[in-house]
Structure formats: structure tokens, C-alpha cells
């Protein structure tokens, strides 16, 4: 079990994010899609969202991500480091995305 | 039957009601629900919850909790709910949901008696801990079209009232999430009512009709068939005349059928176009381009101003005046 918070999130490369309980990244086998299954609604995410998603188990760093997915599409680090970190901000914002906690020293 | 929903595609399942808490089977349900893979919902007043079973619902699987508040002051919100101590219940529930970290969002059913409360409510969401706030206003069709005298809020409230939205969406950004709506008749724009008939969602009513949404019967004329028929609930919802009737755009008649706005709101709620034209096939009064929203407009501006607080409640006989002097507000 993660010690994990879900107020107030403010993603930066250091953070450990993870979906909370009540948001569930799902393959919808009807629609043949992904989708986020959060408090009476369900989001559509874009494919490089699911990948980004996919990531977040709350031991993976921010940082992590971007180089993992900066590698795969040899794509420009600052770009890529842009866009995970706004999409991660926004769900945030929403209220669908926890982080694990700084262990206290 | 929700394993049926899962196999057609459906991904989410509102407990509501009526009150779902009164089902002794819930546990059972909301167990079976997450089997399948459903997101489960519990929409519900909180006031017949015990500690153990909302405990016993989360184990099962539960997802999320939606309570309703009746205003932030016991006296008003005990007086509407018709229950005494239920808000102080409510608040107990609301505590109990967060301690077994299921996400929580507080629905407060504003209208002119209460709306003075907003802020105090928004706070004792932030206090709750809650996830999400739901600013809803009364939607005024069956029983609260005949109380829409005591509840309608007057033009200066609605002004008010999204200013102190919009502050505390800007205040708790990453702490509480606001949905407000402004009550449809003082809105441009009808609202897109359940995300266009027949398109998002259904409902299952208690008796076991599927209906495009939860107030449908209101609407007369149209047959809503049942989960206990011939027919599947996947045929009821593709091929029934009730779900056809109003799906879509091609039922639309004007100004609805040429208007450039015809798929973003679906033409409104048919319900409410319905209790107050005649016709559910009308265009949503709500909406600007009705030939009956200036009239509804001003009658609805005119019944909040007059300021008549008392209620009529709901009962067998056809509904009952509160007695007494009306009370202030």
C-alpha cells in the first residue's frame, strides 16, 4: 500500500503519480477504446494519455517517464517533459490523480 | 440483469432512487456490479446508512458516494427533507465516506430559500473533505413545478450566486471541484438534458422500466418497456418507439429543426417541454428561441419576487400547504 495524497497536486519531474481509487483506466471492449472511469463521468484519453497513464504506479518519477518516452519516439526531452507534466496538471486540477508521498526523513 | 449491462457495453451504474440504501440486497448488488467490471455510483439522501454497511459497500467495491444536502443550516435543511436530524446524519455519513477513502461529492439542491447558504456550503464541503461539489437547482417538473413559487430564485440570487461559484472554483482549484449549473429559466441556452434522449444514458425506474431518463414519465403518451419482457435491454434501447421518438435531430420541429445549436443541446429536456407546453416535442421553453420563454421567463421572475415561501408537500391526496405563516428565508 502507497501512502498517497490526492489534494492540491502540483506535478513536477520528482513526482511518484498513480491513479487514485476512483479513477480507473479501463480497455472498453465495446467501443474499442481506452477510457478513464472516474465520478459519473468517463474521459476519453488520447494514446500517448493511456501511455503516459500506464506509467503512473506511484514508484515511477515524472522524470522516469519523459526519458523512458523520450527514448521510444526520440523525440526532443523539453517537449515531451511539457506535455506529460500539463496533462498530468490537468487531471490533477480534476481531481483524477494522486501522488505517492515524500517519505518523511 | 448487471451483468447483461457489462456485456452491452454500459460502464458506469448509478445506484439511485427513490433511495437505494433501503434495498437490503445493495451489498449484493454493488458486489456483483464490480465483478463485471462496472463503476458503481451511490446517489444517495445518507440518512438510513450505518457506519458497518457504508464499511461493508466499500469492501464490495463501491466507487464513489454522492450525498445530498438540503442547505447547511439544520433548521431549513431538516424543515425541507422532511426528516428531523437528517442533516447532522448526513454529515456523519459524508465523514464515514472520506475515513474509508472512497472519493465523495456533495450535492446541494439549491432554490430560493437556501441559495443565501452557498458559501457555508462550499466551506462544509471543503470541510468534508470532499472531492466534488455539486451546485444543482431544483429542476421544475413534477413535484417542484407545483411548489416553483417557494423555490424559483429571483434574478439578483442567480447573480450572486455564480460570482461566489466562480471565486471558489478559482480559491479551490486542486482542492474541491465545483459543477454548477444556472437554473434553466434563467439560462440563454436550454441545458443538454441527459446528454440528448436516448444517447448517454438510461435509467432503470423501480418497477423495472427502462427509461431515457428518470422523470420520463412525465411525459404521457409514450410506453416505456419493461427489463421483465420479450425484449432485451440492448433492443429497448436501439429500437423502442420511446427511445426513437426524441433521439437524434430528425423528431425536431422549428426553431429547433434549422438551429445551429441543434446537436450541441439536443433541444433541452423534453420533460420539462413537455409540463410546460403540452408537447414534448417542443422546443425546451428554457431556451431563448421559444416562443414561450419570455412568458415563462417573467411568470418565474414574478412568483420568486412575491416572495411566497410556503411549500405544499407531496402526498396521496394530491399535495398538502405547509401550515402556519409562511417562513422567511
Request: charged share 25%; proline share 4%; aromatic share 8%.
Amino acid at each position: 500500500m502507497i501512502a498517497t495524497r490526492s489534494r492540491n497536486i502540483s506535478v513536477s519531474e520528482a513526482s511518484r503519480p498513480l491513479l487514485p481509487r476512483h479513477a480507473r483506466l479501463k480497455f472498453d471492449e465495446t467501443r474499442q477504446r481506452w477510457v478513464i472511469l472516474a465520478p459519473e463521468r468517463v474521459l476519453a484519453p488520447d494514446e500517448i494519455a493511456v501511455e503516459v497513464l500506464q506509467l503512473c504506479d506511484g514508484v515511477r518519477s515524472v522524470e522516469a517517464m519523459i526519458d523512458q518516452l523520450a527514448q521510444k519516439y526520440t523525440a526532443e526531452r523539453s517537449a515531451i517533459a511539457t506535455d506529460v507534466i500539463a496533462m498530468l496538471q490537468d487531471l490533477a486540477d480534476k481531481g483524477f490523480l494522486a501522488e505517492a508521498r515524500e517519505r518523511t526523513p | 440483469m448487471l451483468s447483461e449491462l457489462a456485456e452491452i457495453g454500459v460502464l458506469q451504474i448509478h445506484f439511485s432512487g427513490g433511495e437505494p440504501t433501503a434495498r437490503k440486497d445493495l451489498v449484493e448488488l454493488v458486489r456483483h456490479a464490480s465483478d463485471v467490471g462496472l463503476y458503481s455510483n451511490l446517489i444517495t439522501s445518507a440518512v438510513l446508512l450505518t457506519k458497518e454497511r457504508l464499511g461493508a459497500l466499500a469492501e464490495a467495491g463501491l466507487c464513489h458516494v454522492q450525498i445530498s444536502f438540503q442547505g447547511n443550516e439544520p433548521i431549513v435543511a431538516d424543515r425541507v427533507a422532511g426528516f428531523k436530524g437528517a442533516h447532522a446524519k448526513k454529515l456523519e455519513v459524508a465523514r464515514w465516506t472520506r475515513e474509508l477513502d472512497l472519493p465523495l461529492t456533495v450535492n446541494a439542491v439549491m432554490h430560493r430559500q437556501n441559495l443565501f447558504q452557498l458559501p457555508d456550503i462550499i466551506q462544509m464541503a471543503v470541510d468534508l473533505d470532499a472531492d466534488r461539489l455539486e451546485v444543482a437547482n431544483v429542476q421544475y417538473y413534477g413535484w417542484a413545478l407545483k411548489n416553483r413559487a417557494a423555490l424559483m430564485p429571483t434574478f439578483e440570487q442567480i447573480e450572486e450566486t455564480s460570482r461566489i461559484v466562480e471565486e471558489a472554483q478559482t480559491r479551490l482549484k486542486g482542492i474541491l471541484a465545483i459543477d454548477y449549473v444556472v437554473p434553466d429559466y434563467y439560462a440563454l441556452r436550454p441545458k443538454k438534458c441527459m446528454g440528448g434522449w436516448g444517447r448517454q444514458f438510461f435509467n432503470i425506474s423501480p418497477s423495472g422500466k427502462i427509461l431515457p431518463c428518470h422523470a420520463a414519465e412525465t411525459i404521457t403518451g409514450l410506453e416505456f418497456l419493461s427489463v421483465r419482457g420479450d425484449h432485451s435491454i440492448a433492443w429497448i434501447w436501439q429500437h423502442s418507439e420511446a427511445f426513437n421518438r426524441y433521439r437524434g435531430t430528425g423528431w425536431m420541429a422549428e426553431p429547433c429543426k434549422s438551429c445551429e445549436f441543434r446537436e450541441i443541446d439536443f433541444g433541452g429536456c423534453r420533460c420539462q417541454a413537455f409540463a410546460l407546453s403540452g408537447d414534448a416535442g417542443n422546443t425546451d421553453p428554457a431556451c431563448t428561441l421559444s416562443p414561450l420563454h419570455e412568458q415563462i421567463f417573467q411568470q418565474a421572475a414574478t412568483e420568486a419576487a412575491a416572495g411566497n415561501n410556503r411549500f405544499i408537500y407531496r402526498n396521496f391526496a394530491g399535495g398538502t400547504p405547509e401550515t402556519g405563516s409562511d417562513h422567511g428565508a
